[in-house]
Each structure stands twice: as C-alpha cells, then as structure tokens.
C-alpha cells in the first residue's frame, strides 16, 4: 500500500527537467517582466497615487470636510444602500442559479446560462433605458405608478434596481464552474443516509464553496458601489438625493471643485485596493482548496 501511495510522489521526482532549448533566454523573461512592471506603474500605480496626491493636496481638514459634506454623505449612504440590498439578493440569486444549473438537468438550462451572462452583453446605458421605458413617464408603468405616486425613476429604488441588474451575474458565474467541478457524488451521498435538502446544503455544499462564494460577493460589492452607467441614467442627478458615488464625483469635478471629487474618487479608491486585496488571499485560498480536493481524490483512487 505505501508503494502505491508514494508512487505519484516517486513519478513527480523523476519528472525530467524542461529541456534547454524550450526556455526563454534571461533577457527575454527580464524583458517582459519589465514590460509588465511599466504598464502597471502607468497604468495603475501612477493614476491612484494621483488620486490620493490630489484629494489630500490641500490637507488632512479640507480632505475630511470634503467627505464630511452634506451632499457627499448623502451619496456615500446611498452607495451604501444600493450595494446593500443589491449584493444579499444577488447572492440568493446567484447561489439558487448555480445549484440549479451545477446540480440538475432540465429544459431550459442553456437560456438561463444566456440570462445570467446577459449584463456582461448589454451596456449599462442601455440597462438604464431599459428601467426608463418601463417605469418612465410615457413607460409601460408610467402612468399607474403617478396615480398611485409610487416613485422609481429617480429615486432609491430605480438605483437599486439598475444595481441589481448589473451585478446579478457575479456570484452565479463564480460559483456555477465550482459546483460543476465538484459534482453531486457528496450531496447524493447525504440524501441516501436521510439528509433532508437543506441540511444538505447546509453542511455539504455551502462548506464546499464558501471561498469561492465570498469571492462572488466580493467582486459583486465592487461593481455595485462602482457602478456608472445604469445609474447615471435612472438616477436623476439630483443633487443630495438620487447621487451615488461615482455620480457625486462627476459633478464635482464638472464644477472645478477637484479635490472634492478626488477627495470622494479616493474612498473608490480605497474600496478597489481593499477588494483587491480579498480577491488574492480568497484566490489564494480556493488554490489551496482545490489542491486539497485533488489529493483527497488521489488517495481515495490509490487506496
């Protein structure tokens, strides 16, 4: 038995080295490791230093008080409220299509795999529109919601719902290929000693894909409180009330007032850092995972 388990070990010593002549030259990889190293520094380094330069040029108290300020605080609440109502129904959206699909065969399962890729495709622009011909004025819902002076143009809930659109994608595509990898050889297992289904998903499948549905969410709470697009259109650009973030900012800065805005772009800023961030040690994290799932299955078929 122990020869058998030591066997993939064995091969993987005896492994031959890469042949010479298959390796880049020193500076070849020196060379594209440079390369690399520039198109960060311009790219990404050299515009957030920016950022930060400007928003605290002026100092510490002009910095505070431009985050500080009413029509600022207004639109980091409603950041806050948009992403926080859009992010938990997208993760119950995402983890519900991802069973589905992960775990079950049924008609239609390809048109649902479109539907869940659909924002990718659209233009968040044309998302907007898409909410203004619906709950618009002349929309379809228009008028009975003036009669009943229901407001979702240009209000909380046309942001929440232009958030929820775009970002509905990131958890289901994050956790269909996971699940799909995993199988249901565990969950069969649970049902066939008497789990009911949710003790199943409780203590089964949730385990399993905990890192990689944190990481949904992770990417789906950046998009929500980044997003532009949508809702700049359904939003209004009323000023202390319908402005998000990145709205508060464009205002800013089309009014001169720069260190206000990058005082703002800043917090943004931070945001993309810290999820940034996350996304490497949850990635770091589902590497290790999936490595330990390998040598699980390599012992179970050696034994």
């Not at 659209?122 to 008028?143: C, D, H, Q, R």
């Not at 229901?150 to 046309?158: D, E, H, K, Q, T």
């Not at 789906?220 to 402005?243: K, L, P």
Request: with cysteine; proline share 5%; charged share 15%.
């Amino acid at each position: 038995m122990s020869e058998i388990l030591d066997r993939p070990r064995t091969a993987l010593r005896r492994a031959p080295a890469a042949a010479p002549s298959l390796l880049e030259p020193d500076w070849v990889r020196y060379a594209l490791i440079a390369a690399a190293l520039g198109f960060l520094t311009l790219f990404l380094f050299v515009p957030l230093a920016a950022v930060f330069a400007e928003a605290l040029k002026r100092g510490w108290g002009v910095y505070a008080a431009s985050i500080l300020e009413p029509d600022a605080m207004s639109a980091i609440e409603l950041t806050l409220i948009a992403a926080g109502i859009s992010v938990p129904l997208n993760l119950v959206f995402g983890v519900a299509a991802a069973w589905a699909v992960a775990k079950f065969e049924f008609r239609g399962k390809s048109v649902l795999l479109t539907l869940i890729d659909l924002p990718f495709s659209v233009s968040p622009v044309i998302a907007g529109l898409i909410y203004v011909l619906m709950f618009g004025a002349e929309g379809w819902f228009g008028p009975w919601l003036a009669e009943h002076d229901i407001r979702i143009l240009f209000a909380a809930p046309g942001i929440v719902l232009a958030t929820v659109f775009i970002t509905f994608p990131f958890v289901a595509r994050e956790l269909i290929p996971l699940m799909q990898q995993q199988g249901t050889e565990e969950e069969e297992a649970a049902l066939v000693l008497g789990a009911s289904g949710w003790s199943t998903f409780r203590r089964v499948t949730l385990p399993n894909i905990k890192w990689g549905l944190l990481y949904g969410v992770i990417l789906c709470n950046a998009r929500a409180m980044g997003e532009f697009g949508a809702v700049s259109v359904v939003s209004g650009h009323i000023r202390g009330e319908t402005n998000t973030m990145p709205l508060q900012v464009e205002i800013l800065y089309n009014e001169y007032n720069f260190t206000a805005a990058f005082a703002i772009a800043s917090l943004l800023a931070l945001l993309a850092l810290v999820t940034l961030a996350l996304k490497s040690f949850i990635e770091w994290r589902l590497r290790q995972a999936r490595k330990a799932g390998i040598d699980a299955r390599t012992m179970e078929h050696a034994a």
